[in-house]
């Protein structure tokens, strides 16, 4: 099984700046990684896949760099809606398909 | 636009078997070979692959629950079933179907539907 840690696990950042949130493979991956924002009570949505990819109608603001086992999504601008939890996925190696343990994106 | 909707009972008992439902509309199960995920949250955590499956039965499963999951789709309603037997408290959860993008792959996940909390307690 592939284990994704992705790091840190909480991150405080201020509306207006720059975000980078990290997710390692314990075994490469090659592209088939993607990101996911999850906001309270709501199901994930895809935003990156591929993975710097983004999906239809996510912003540009966005994107996602990496390969093999390190992994990086970045947001250039944050915005009051960007604040929630992200997570990354691997569905290079299955079954089964994995999830990190999620970065907490929070407004300092 | 593909929508995904699960529903089931909120409340199971340990030992039983949780039985869930996901019903999709705007399109048909059996209009390309989609591998269709089962995916849940506990409470405050984070996200668990269960397993995925396509209409022509071609299932995978997570084998930290193999032996106690059951995938099946029904063409002719255009829904997919799961079932989770011996359940205990560990299977509470928010349970999520979704499928991918493409055909042919289990990921990336696109369409989700909005989850439904399933309880397990005497």
């Known amino acids: 099984e592939i284990v994704l840690t992705q790091s840190p696990a909480t991150l405080s950042v201020s509306p207006g700046e720059r975000a980078t949130l990290s997710c390692r493979a314990s075994?490469?991956?090659?592209?088939?990684l993607a990101w996911y924002q999850q906001k309270p009570g709501q199901a994930p949505r895809l935003l990156i896949f591929?993975?710097?990819t983004r999906a239809t109608g996510v912003p540009a603001r966005f994107s996602g760099s990496g390969s093999g086992t390190e992994f990086t999504l970045t947001i250039s601008s944050l915005q009051s809606e960007d604040f929630a939890v992200y997570y990354c996925q691997q569905y290079n190696e299955w079954p089964p398909i994995t999830f990190g343990q999620g970065t907490r994106l929070e407004i300092k | 636009q593909v929508q995904l909707q699960e529903s089931g009972p909120g409340l199971v008992k340990p030992s039983e078997t949780l039985s869930l439902t996901c019903t999709v509309s705007g399109g048909s199960i059996s209009s390309g070979t989609y591998y269709w995920g089962w995916i849940r949250q506990p409470p405050g955590k984070g996200l668990e692959w269960i397993g995925s499956m396509s209409y022509t039965g071609t299932t995978y499963y997570n084998p930290s629950l193999k032996g106690r999951i059951a995938m099946s789709a029904d063409t002719s309603k255009n829904l997919l079933s799961l079932q989770l037997n011996s359940v205990t408290a560990a299977d509470t959860a928010v349970y999520y179907c979704a499928r991918p993008l493409t055909p042919y792959a289990l990921g990336p996940l696109h369409y989700w539907g909005q989850g439904t909390l399933v309880t397990v307690s005497s």
């Open positions: 075994q490469g991956v090659s592209s088939n």
């Open positions: 591929g993975p710097s």
